[in-house]
């Protein structure tokens, strides 16, 4: 019962933060250039201070883990030469590191195998392909569906590729792999499989989908419930069944390829 409770001050948190977000003038922070780039980078700064709470918790050091955290942080920052915004970068790349080893420390707490961490290189080389590939109809449809306001201009491809990286990995490691090793610690003691099921696939699909959307929000709420719902079945969805039933390898393979051919198209 205390877990479900947490569960939802957690959820209500989020949406509390979001509305804030959304109601606060963008006037009282300069920073944004947005209101989704402010909201986005306040909900990364709340799970930065869950991570690590967690991360002291439990008290334990894991090398392999930490170094596997550092390196996925690192990567992130690849986006810097492509986006002036160094600070929330940089805000991302910790979040990050933090998320990913918090994570590994929740699977231990919460006694939860899994497989994402006992990847040899090839295999998770192998899976981040296979997820590249599944997701190419998801590709073309999301650039299809920007290329209806704006028009295609082809990008440096090598760029697009390493840039892609970027919100490939913090998104996955942030919204999905730290969300399911949380919701799943949460959630322990739950005998309702199919509850329990149900609210982690919620954790990991509607907070990440709304962070796209409280400019829309303001502009059209209609049409940005439309988009939210839309967008979690065909991208949402799959990301989180890949997250759940594969691995983090194939997710982030899965989602890179989505936003490479989205820059490479210009959007």
């Not at 209806?148 to 990008?155: K, L, M, N």
């Not at 967008?231 to 799959?238: A, D, K």
Request: proline residues 3%; aromatic residues 16%; charged residues 15%.
């Amino acid at each position: 019962m205390k877990g479900r409770i947490n569960y939802f001050i957690s959820f209500g948190s989020f949406l509390l933060l979001y509305m804030v977000g959304i109601l606060l003038p963008l006037e009282v922070t300069p920073h944004y250039g947005n209101y989704m780039s402010r909201v986005w980078n306040w909900t990364e700064i709340l799970i930065l201070f869950c991570a690590a709470y967690y991360t002291f918790k439990a008290r334990i050091f894991q090398l392999q883990q930490a170094v596997t955290a550092l390196l996925l942080g690192a990567v992130c920052l690849a986006a810097l030469f492509r986006d002036p915004r160094t600070t929330d970068i940089l805000m991302t790349s910790v979040c990050v590191m933090m998320a990913f080893y918090a994570a590994c420390r929740l699977y231990d707490l919460a006694d939860v195998e899994n497989v994402s961490l006992h990847q040899g290189i090839w295999k998770s080389v192998c899976d981040f392909g296979l997820g590249a590939l599944i997701s190419v109809p998801l590709a073309f449809l999301n650039v299809l569906y920007f290329s209806f306001s704006r028009q295609v201009h082809v990008e440096n491809v090598l760029h697009c590729a390493v840039f892609a990286l970027k919100p490939a990995i913090s998104e996955e490691v942030v919204f999905r792999f730290f969300l399911l090793a949380y919701g799943s610690y949460l959630l322990h003691g739950i005998t309702e499989k199919r509850f329990q099921n149900a609210l982690i696939d919620i954790l990991l699909i509607f907070p990440h989908e709304l962070l796209h959307y409280p400019d829309m929000f303001l502009q059209s709420p209609f049409w940005a419930v439309a988009m939210c719902i839309l967008g979690s079945l065909f991208f949402g969805l799959p990301m989180a069944a890949c997250m759940r039933r594969k691995n983090l390898q194939m997710a982030v393979g899965m989602h890179w390829f989505i936003d490479f051919v989205r820059f490479t198209a210009g959007f």
